[in-house]
């Protein structure tokens, strides 16, 4: 094991121990994160807290694209070092996208919050493109994931957390329509994966919060 792997996996020991005592995490539907090779994460996103609560879906090393302003605290290097990956909000960040492929091609799996930012309440909210467009190219699967009781535990804009129980439930693999290689990506082809990730994870929402208490 590379020491970058080794950080991670001390670094994550750490979070989910801390997880697991503070929020009794608990994760259903564990046996559909692929064991091998590459994928994409893509959890609803209702708290900060989401980015370390959905390392507890899988051991591996997961890569985070995380908005590039995390590195104007000074902590850059530790989130480099954690593997995250930089991207600009709001922008169609080129640079963001080439690092996801190379990571991706590596066989790496990377985490995707498609929804964008932090949202409210119990709809998932409409879904960026970026998702479906980097596993049409990469031609790896999208895996589905529903969070449950994380925006009770750090609402948006709340600086404090509480002790709620969370849950998450990951869904089966998504796998983008089939394509020659070296194909271009048909927008139709996008927009449908888009659109099919956006239904599975409003499922997974709803089972996530009802386990919660949340939804009856």
Known sequence: MTPARLWYAFARSLVIGFCRLYWRVTVTGKEHV????????????RSNVDFAIVAAVTRRRMRYLAKDSIWKFGLGRVW????AIPVVRGTPDRDAM???????RAGEPVVMFPEGTRQRGPDVQPLFDGPAYVA?????????VGI?????????????????KIHLVVGEPI???AREEGARVPRRAVAELTA?????????????QRTVGLLD
């Open 34 to 45: 692929p064991a091998t090779g590459p994928f994409i994460l893509a959890p609803v996103h």
């Open 98 to 104: 080439r690092a996801l492929e190379e990571t991706l």
């Open 136 to 144: 049409s190219r990469a031609r790896v699967p999208i895996v589905p």
């Open 196 to 208: 099919t990730l956006k239904e599975r994870v409003q499922v997974l929402f709803d089972d996530a």
């Open 148 to 164: 449950g009781g994380s925006e009770r535990a750090m609402p948006k804009g709340s600086k404090m957390i509480r002790p709620v």
């Open 80 to 83: 480099e070092s954690l593997g």
């Open 175 to 177: 796998w983008p329509e």
